[in-house]
């Protein structure tokens, strides 16, 4: 164990039962200090994310930037009224008295977070973890390494080691913290990690939130209307060339219209990203070396490429990529692809259907693109996902009304706005009983009161 990562964990914890981060007012003031400093970096974290994945500066910007402000500016204006105590109805056993909910801090929470959207994913947790009144030690995905530079920039600048800081290093660095004790841990990546932290975690039993990923289906019926269809479907798989865990993973498409749509999705990628993606400014890259090669191995040898398949290791380029009826068995239908691989697959009825959704139950998302009302809800009732979106693709993240998170093997535990609040805070049931009466009934002897039990029943059932 790293003496360093433990000394750093006292401080916080000392700073944390010292009860001086209880002053709300005090951490929404550096939540607005901290919304400056993002405004005041902005030209850097854009080139940080262009220099870690070729990020388009608008791409960028809507997908890390906006959702960080939107976060930012929720929490800003709520927190305050959201930590009030929340008043329930009291018992009438317990008469007289007034019951409540006090949302309270965990303490000491260490987010883990990925390389693909490096800025959000890491800075939207920690936004909710400090609003709520955690310490947090954020360890970034060491891919990134340019916004990881830039996290621990604007982290440090806006607070001390003792509320927020950024530990930087390798998946060692990682398993040492794991080794210490928290009070929560929010984690951000893959699957197999996830059940690596949830094992450290459940040595503690440390609480945990694990936002995984799995292989999302996009189902498209007959009755879709496949104009807007295949560029809603391209916008979804592509954006972040396809390194996106709500990306639809593969189409299963109605064999009546298989071919118009594979037709309207080419026509769509090359309005994109022209007929050149390799030179659109428009289309990101491979995080590393060893993504490329895997994301290659999934396809190179497919004699099924209906679209693509050119790549340059130099660059990190894959280009967008479509594979027509792969069979099941194959590693790009057993594994999450997470780059920019379409495979295209069909079916005729609902068994043909089930099939192919059986093969990679509870996942993080589920699309379908449907004009059939019962159609849509009978796969909505039948299967278990994440979340999901009735035509359109992974615009389910951006609504922080809504709970973000999986089940299953896509994760455990969900966030965004008012879902994070919840999330970084554990209730404690209080009951303020009244001292002007107390009834007798509850006392010994008990003799000659089962009968009053026995009437006050139908009061309370």
Not at 168 to 193: C, E, H, M, R
Not at 205 to 234: F, H, M, Q, Y
Not at 396 to 419: E, T
Request: net charge positive.
């Amino acid at each position: 164990m790293d003496t360093d990562y433990q000394k750093l964990q006292n401080k916080q914890i000392n700073f944390f039962n010292q009860r001086r981060w209880d002053d709300v007012y005090y951490r929404v003031a550096l939540l607005e200090k901290l919304k400056t400093s993002i405004e005041t970096h902005e030209d850097e974290i854009i080139k940080a994310l262009h220099k870690d994945l070729k990020k388009p500066p608008a791409e960028a910007y809507a997908t890390e930037l906006l959702v960080v402000y939107k976060e930012l500016n929720t929490f800003i204006k709520k927190i305050k009224n959201w930590q009030k105590p929340t008043y329930k109805l009291p018992s009438l056993i317990n008469f007289p008295s007034v019951d409540f909910i006090h949302h309270k801090a965990w303490g000491q929470v260490l987010i883990i977070s990925p390389w693909n959207y490096p800025f959000q994913l890491a800075i939207n947790p920690l936004i909710a973890a400090l609003a709520c009144g955690n310490t947090v030690i954020l360890k970034p995905s060491e891919f990134s390494t340019h916004t990881c530079a830039i996290l621990k920039k604007i982290i440090g600048l806006v607070f001390s080691e003792e509320i927020a800081q950024v530990c930087l290093g390798d998946a060692g660095v990682a398993s040492k913290l794991l080794a210490l004790k928290w009070d929560y841990i929010f984690f951000t990546g893959s699957v197999k990690v996830g059940k690596i932290v949830a094992e450290a975690a459940a040595k503690n039993l440390t609480p945990t939130t694990l936002e995984l990923g799995g292989k999302n289906p996009c189902i498209v019926d007959s009755s879709a209307k496949l104009d807007i269809a295949a560029k809603r479907i391209v916008w979804g798989k592509f954006i972040n060339a396809g390194q996106t865990c709500i990306a639809p993973d593969y189409l299963i498409v109605h064999e009546n219209i298989k071919n118009q749509l594979v037709e309207k999705i080419i026509a769509e990628i090359k309005n994109f990203y022209g007929n050149q993606p390799n030179e659109s400014p428009d289309f990101a890259r491979i995080i590393n070396l060893k993504h490329f090669q895997r994301l290659i191995q999934l396809f190179h040898h497919q004699e099924n490429i209906r679209y693509g398949g050119k790549y340059n290791e130099d660059d990190l380029y894959i280009s967008p990529t479509i594979l027509i009826s792969p069979d099941l068995n194959d590693e790009v239908m057993q594994q999450e692809i997470f780059g920019p691989i379409l495979p295209i697959l069909t079916f005729a009825d609902q068994n043909e259907l089930h099939h192919v959704l059986k093969n990679h139950p509870t996942p993080l998302s589920f699309y379908i693109f449907t004009e059939n009302r019962y159609f849509s809800n009978q796969l909505l009732q039948k299967y278990k996902f994440g979340g999901a979106v009735l035509n359109d693709t992974i615009v389910h993240f951006i609504n922080d009304r809504l709970p973000f998170g999986g089940v299953g093997n896509s994760g455990v535990g969900s966030y965004h706005g008012k879902h994070s609040f919840f999330t970084f805070t554990r209730k404690t049931s209080v009951v303020d009983r009244k001292t002007w009466l107390d009834i007798k009934v509850k006392y010994a002897p008990y003799a000659g009161k089962l009968d009053l039990l026995r009437r006050v029943k139908k009061w309370i059932t």
